[in-house]
T-cell receptor
């Protein structure tokens, strides 16, 4: 059974600080996804990581993938309030995505 | 193209009633997925279509659930004899390949 574990599950941080969210997954898949979800909303795709060592950056967010360690990270640089949301990582096996529980991020002024 | 659309956005029903949701994928996306998300959890896979063929179903999809995609375009998800445990957000996604799934706004179901 596929299993995706994120930590932390809850993260409260101050504006301007840096932090990393970790995602451990169970398969040998070389694809890993990060999504953002605002309360009551659907999922917004942030990053698709397609190979070992992949690193992608968008604004204050940077994601990386280590397939040998089965680990992906989402690094937040100089957080701002607009980044407050729940962040999910997901792995894939065939057609389906298997999601982690999500990391609920709150950025305080 | 405005992306994946779902209808209705919200549905409140009484226990025991049947409900049907609709999903319209992005044009020309041949793959369509249904997921269910309960409060505080990540989405869970329910089923997957390639064109009109339903190729994969999760064990979560009990006998009370049925999904169709009759012409390979829009899809419907029906829940019969709803139970309070069915209360969740039902998300539809579509893709044209294996790389990325694009999610719709979801249908929030509340069973009273």
């Amino acid at each position: 059974e596929l299993k995706v574990e994120q930590n932390p599950l809850f993260l409260s941080m101050q504006e301007g600080k840096n932090y990393t969210i970790y995602c451990n997954y169970s398969t040998t898949s070389d694809r890993l996804y990060w999504y953002r979800q605002d309360p009551g909303k659907s999922l917004e795709s942030l990053f698709v990581l397609l190979s070992n060592g992949a690193v992608k950056q968008e604004g204050r967010l940077m994601a990386s993938l280590d397939t040998k360690a089965r680990l992906s990270t989402l690094h937040i640089t100089a957080a701002v309030h607009d980044l407050s949301a729940t962040y999910f990582c997901a792995e894939t096996s065939g057609s389906r995505l298997t999601f982690g529980e999500g990391t609920q991020l709150t950025v305080n002024p | 193209d405005t992306g994946v659309s779902q209808d209705p956005r919200h549905k409140i029903t009484k226990r025991g009633q049947n409900v049907t949701f609709r999903c319209d994928p992005i044009s020309e996306h041949n793959r369509l997925y249904w997921y269910r998300q309960t409060l505080g959890q990540g989405p869970e896979f329910l089923t997957y279509f390639q064109n009109e063929a339903q190729l994969e179903k999760s064990r979560l999809l009990s006998d009370r659930f049925s999904a169709e995609r009759p012409k390979g375009s829009f899809s419907t998800l029906e829940i019969q004899r709803t139970e309070q445990g069915d209360s969740a957000m039902y998300l539809c996604a579509s893709s044209s390949g294996w790389i990325e799934q694009y999610f719709g706004p979801g249908t929030r179901l509340t069973v009273t």
